[in-house]
């Protein structure tokens, strides 16, 4: 059994574990079943801005060391925090609808800010199919890997900085605003989120791998065997 | 629709795309071989 599979096989029953906690947790009075979105919509956005930050820190690395497993590990990063934005979207949308009544408002920073960074990311995602030379692809992303993380803390600090519909954070350094056994769910979740991600992580990491020795043997074999130029078919 | 419908059709596509993105992978590597 490889590592990969080791490690999505522990990704499952940490994802089987965050489900019954979720399930399982206390509801709010006023919110009802709906509490538990909460439960997926957290651990996916933070999961988001770990995957961006990595996604940083591969490109700067990249930078640096012009080694491609520093652009493998940003481009499997990048492509994890966008799954898991969209995961934080679809879900918040959800809930908002349900408990804001509506599920998308412009006007709120922390909603128009997070769909920035998720469009930006797709950016990143496209610009490296745009780009077939392994070399300028990994620099080209690598420079707006390092540029778009500042979208990040903006994420993340946008409901201090701008009150409007959504709330501020529940869990801050200075004290946990909700109940001890949703905190404690929530904080099971983040941990199995983090478990999907290196596990997806190391997959996508893999995946990459072999698909470069792929190319490398479709180039060698392109070497070898030269189609005839029609100039050289002299019995036609 | 009732609530809990709602919820448990949330989370059943939220973890729908992990599992589905993981089953993606496995297809791409098994169709770059080696």
Known sequence: ?236 | MSDELIVVGTFLISYGVIVGYAAYLHLRRRRAGN
């Open chain 1, 1 to 236: 059994m490889t590592r990969v599979r080791v490690l999505l096989a522990i990704a499952a029953v940490a994802m089987g574990v965050g489900l019954w906690f979720a399930l399982t947790a206390p509801t709010d009075t006023l919110q009802g079943e709906f509490t538990r979105i909460i439960n997926i919509h957290a651990p996916s956005m933070w999961l988001a801005f770990l995957a961006f930050g990595m996604t940083a820190l591969g490109s700067a690395i990249w930078l640096i060391r012009k080694q491609s497993r520093w652009d493998r590990l940003a481009e499997a990063s990048a492509e994890l925090g966008v799954m898991f934005t969209a995961i934080g979207l679809f879900s918040g949308m959800v809930w908002g609808q349900a408990v804001w009544g509506r599920a998308w408002d412009w006007g709120d920073p922390r909603l128009s800010t997070t769909a920035v960074m998720f469009f930006v990311y797709i950016g990143y995602l496209a610009l490296r199919a745009a780009t077939p030379d392994p070399t300028v692809r990994a620099r080209r992303s690598a420079i707006l890997g390092v540029i778009a993380v500042v979208q990040v803390p903006l994420v993340y600090f946008s409901v201090n900085m701008f009150r409007t519909l959504h709330q501020t954070q529940s869990i801050r350094p200075d004290g946990i605003t909700m109940p001890r056994e949703m905190a404690i769910a929530i904080f099971v979740n983040v941990i199995a989120f983090t478990i999907v991600y290196i596990a997806l992580l190391f997959a996508r990491i893999d995946v990459a791998k072999a698909e470069e020795r792929a190319a490398a043997d479709i180039a060698l074999a392109g070497d070898a065997v030269k189609p005839p130029r029609l100039s050289e078919v002299k019995d036609v």
